[in-house]
């Protein structure tokens, strides 16, 4: 059986992940490969509905409590589906894991980036991605983004100075050892070609 492996995808909104992650599951595919594409938060009955909470704008959250949410919603997701699927050799192609914790409520709300990372070890129960792919996207092309989709949801209408910080901690993050940094500014085509030459690697192992 194949081996399973846990492939990544991290950014700010609208980066581009759901359009790279639907690319690379048909490239896998093709390749016979069987692919799981799931979510964070979600990707079960339970994460699902702490999503919900989490992205109503009406909710009042203060940010100890979002964190927690988001790490009870990762325990469920990792137990009950991600770790099963690695297990059956599928790959798994998440989008959003605990980077997205350590860049919204570490860097964005201030939280301990300590206690983040403590919270983010124990709701994977140790599992850890075999490769975390980053988009860096330029402030320019965000804003152009923005215009054509505006946010809806409770973290998207977020005020701008948090939508700031979450992205400056991402173009931090993205250059950090064992990430692999993505430049999203470029064609759709173009970054699907880095990711599969990186996975394509991952693959040889
Ligand atoms: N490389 C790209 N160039 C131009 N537009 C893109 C690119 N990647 C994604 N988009 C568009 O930007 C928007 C956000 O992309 P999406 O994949 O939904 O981002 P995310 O899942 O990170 O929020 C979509 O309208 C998508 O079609
Ligand atoms: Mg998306």
Not at 63 to 84: A, G, V
Not at 134 to 149: G, L, M, Y
Request: charged share 35%.
């Amino acid at each position: 059986m194949k081996k399973g492996i846990f492939i990544v995808l991290e950014g700010p909104d609208r980066s581009g992940k759901s359009t790279q992650a639907a690319l690379l599951k048909e490239w896998l595919e093709a390749q016979g490969r069987e692919v799981l594409v799931t979510r964070e938060p979600g990707g079960t009955r339970l994460s699902e509905q702490i999503r919900e909470i989490l992205l109503d704008p009406e909710s009042r959250i203060e940010p100890l409590t979002e964190l927690f949410l988001y790490e009870t919603s990762r325990i469920k997701h990792t137990l009950e589906k991600i770790l099963p699927a690695l297990k059956a050799g599928k790959a798994v192609i998440c989008d959003r894991y605990t980077l997205s914790t350590v860049a919204y409520q570490g860097y964005g709300r201030g939280l301990d980036l300590k206690t983040v990372a403590t919270l983010n070890r124990i709701a994977t129960l140790d599992l850890k991605p075999d490769v975390t792919i980053v988009f860096d996207i330029p402030d320019r092309i965000f804003a152009q983004r923005e215009k054509t989709r505006p946010g809806r949801d409770r973290i998207e209408r977020a005020p701008d100075a948090f939508r700031r910080r979450v992205n400056r901690a991402y173009k931090l993050l993205a250059r950090k050892p064992g990430m692999t940094r993505v430049d999203g500014g470029r064609s759709i085509e173009a970054i699907q070609a880095d990711i599969r030459a990186r996975v394509r690697r991952l693959l040889k192992k």
